[in-house]
């Protein structure tokens, strides 16, 4: 038989992949494997023969695939070809084929959908159940109503409606049915407006207006005015309205990000006349927190503290803009007093002990400062790798290989999921691949998470390796976590611009955990999570074609420009990796907007980044940095002078 050109192409792949065993002791060229690598090939011209609607050449490729563990596979796609031909009993036997696989869920989802369209309401309510899409759910609800049985839909349609977002098509006619009928009140929709306007979805807020009498809808117009100026928010002291109190904790919010002293004075006005909930509360001081911790006033903040409910007064959110407020000041009295007022279980925490230590130095305890940096030290973390750099001493980096039982990955290899999610891995569809290894170790025990890590790694599978050891809560096998796939890519591109091979490869672990066809949820795609206008203009710069969104998924396409990207971005800023790693994350704008009026310690202007997420993120890549140096060999590089000198002042940017 003549190979298609994609058949073939999986074949040689699939001899590369194979040189490798598939567990220790394993051959690769054993009779077994041999056989596979044959299947393969059937397995894909069978695909091909399936589309093409060659039903004998595909039932001629499908007995020779009887033993082959992705059958089941071909199987789904030619019901998938037949979905309108199958009745009742003929889709739940293929169901029941599909029975501790992936694809049964998928299976069901599409005849579901075809139903749907179809209209066939009587047989929908045969297979579907209370779980699922916000789709599926309004479909059986739908169903409902076409047969007669509208109450039941009515009951479970409010829990649909309360979205901040817009729900899909499907529940429009849900909707429709369960208004005409009457059911939605003043409340419901005031509710939803409510969600709407705390997610920032103003344009589902000013749809909500349609349901609102004519005096009710001045107050929506109100509400919406206030959401784009904030600062008029005393404007709502004369108003009486149920929704007041939670319209002005929305204003203060938002008011606190651009003018924090504005937004303290609203709130003491308000917080005596209006009946405020616990939450409530939280969310204006957790604000207001933020605020003061980028525009630092001490007064202000121990006025806040004082008006804190007892209960929020031990928040340790709180305390960490109150600690970040005393770094942004440099007044390292201040620190420590704050730092003395955590909690307990907040005190033992890195993060403070390591600002205890800081501020013990600058105000002259260096015994006491040296005692706590030493034990920091022997940690293998972001604080850790900073307490060992003031100290002038080696980092920890011991690596400890995680201990598996031999004879038990052996055992599992042999799992009919795993057999399947082997075959997608080196197919080439990890999506799939991935749904078949997460259901087979759903439910595992320690023992065997530990034995498929081992696998994983086997396979040539960074992604579950990492996966699995973070399962586990195991952080000391750096081989496992810290895998050197796609080496010689990234180090030709380190070379090419100058960039350190141990930054990329820690952006590309933090970004993507090595998961090639990872897609984040505001479309940013591969390895190093580009965004698709991001990844056409670095391309455009290094002189390439454009990539197309599927190129994106391919690991040296994505490492070329996401290396591209992180070079243009280090000489953006200063040749600074720091502010090139935090603009990676929340983009070169808003890291200018960050910069601070006089040149500021490192360490300082990362623990006082605005944002959660950026903070967080730029203390995990500085450790994957230094982890990846030594994982590289890169010993004198391990704590790299460039991450540690001084953030310079934003006169450096005229046009900030």
């Not at 529940?171 to 709407?196: M, S």
């Not at 001045?218 to 509400?223: E, G, P, S, V, Y």
């Not at 007022?341 to 105000?363: G, H, I, M």
């Amino acid at each position: 038989m003549t190979l298609s050109p994609v058949a073939a192409i999986i074949w040689l792949v699939s001899l590369l992949i194979t040189t490798t065993p598939l567990i220790a002791g394993a051959s690769s060229s054993s009779p077994d494997e041999q056989k596979w690598q044959q299947q393969r090939v059937f397995f894909l011209d069978a695909e091909t023969a399936l589309t093409s609607n060659d039903l004998t050449t595909y039932q001629q490729l499908r007995k020779k695939l009887l033993d082959y563990p992705l059958l089941v596979y071909l199987d789904y796609q030619e019901t998938l070809a037949t979905l309108e031909q199958q009745s009742i009993q003929s889709m739940k036997n293929r169901l029941q084929r599909l029975e501790e696989t992936p694809l049964k869920k998928q299976l069901r989802s599409r005849w579901l959908a075809f139903l749907a369209k179809q209209e066939l309401w009587d047989v929908y309510l045969k297979f579907s159940n209370k779980t699922g899409s916000t789709t599926q759910q309004c479909n059986r609800l739908h169903a409902y109503i076409a047969t007669g049985q509208a109450e039941k839909a009515y009951q479970q349609t409010p829990a649909l409606w309360l979205s901040g977002k817009s729900q899909p098509n499907a529940c429009d006619p849900v909707f429709d049915h369960w208004i005409a009928a009457g059911h939605l009140t003043e409340e419901l929709v005031w509710k939803r407006f409510n969600l709407a306007i705390s997610q920032r979805q103003t344009r589902l807020a000013r749809y909500l207006k349609q349901y609102l009498n004519k005096q009710e809808s001045k107050i929506a117009d109100l509400w919406l005015s206030l959401y784009s100026h904030p600062e008029n928010v005393e404007k709502m002291l004369d108003i009486e309205h149920p929704m007041r109190d939670e319209m002005v904790v929305q204003a203060i919010r938002r008011l606190a990000w651009r003018d924090v002293r504005a937004a303290f004075k609203a709130w003491t006005k308000y917080r005596t006349i209006g009946i405020f909930s616990q939450q409530q509360q939280h969310d204006i001081a957790y604000a207001l927190a933020g605020g003061l911790a980028q525009e630092p006033d001490r007064q202000l903040t121990q006025q806040l503290k004082k008006l804190l409910p007892d209960q929020l007064k031990l928040d340790s959110r709180l305390s960490e803009k109150e600690l970040q407020a005393a770094l942004n000041e440099k007044d390292w009295a201040w620190v420590l007093r704050t730092i003395e007022t955590f909690p307990a279980k907040q005190k033992k925490q890195e993060q403070s002990r390591y600002w205890q230590a800081r501020a013990l130095s600058q105000l002259g305890r260096q015994d006491e400062a040296l005692e706590i940096l030493s034990s920091l030290a022997q940690q293998r973390s972001y604080y850790g790798f900073l307490s060992a750099k003031l100290l002038g001493i080696k980092a920890k980096l011991d690596h400890v290989a995680l201990q598996a039982e031999q004879g038990l990955t052996e055992k599992i290899a042999l799992k009919p999921g795993l057999q399947r999610a082997r075959e997608l891995h080196i197919l080439n569809r990890p999506r799939a691949a991935r749904r078949e290894w997460n259901l087979a170790f759903l439910n595992a025990e320690p023992n065997e998470l530990k034995a498929a890590a081992r696998l994983a790694q086997a396979w040539e599978w960074p992604s579950q390796g990492i996966l699995t050891l973070a399962k586990l809560h195991q952080w000391n096998d750096l081989e496992l976590r810290f895998p050197l796939t796609h080496r010689k890519t990234i180090m030709g591109q380190a070379k090419d611009h100058g960039i350190d091979s141990a930054w990329i490869y820690a952006i590309l672990r933090q970004e993507s955990a090595f998961i090639s066809d990872a897609k984040s949820p505001a479309g940013a795609r591969g390895l190093m999570q580009l965004m698709p206008k991001t990844a056409t203009q670095v391309a455009k710069e290094l002189k390439q074609l454009p990539p197309n969104l599927n190129d994106l998924f391919q690991p040296e396409v994505n490492i070329k420009l996401g290396a591209g990207y992180l070079n243009k971005i280090y000489h953006q800023l200063q040749e600074n990796p720091v502010l090139a790693t935090a603009a990676y994350n929340a983009g070169p704008h808003r890291v200018k907007s960050w910069l601070p009026d006089q040149p500021q310690a490192t360490d300082i202007w990362i623990e006082t980044i605005p944002f959660h997420e950026t903070r967080e993120y730029l203390k995990r890549v500085f450790a994957y940095t230094v982890i990846y140096n030594y994982r590289l060999g890169d010993s004198h590089k391990i704590l790299p002078k460039k991450w540690l000198k001084p953030i310079e002042s934003r006169s450096l940017f005229p046009d900030v």
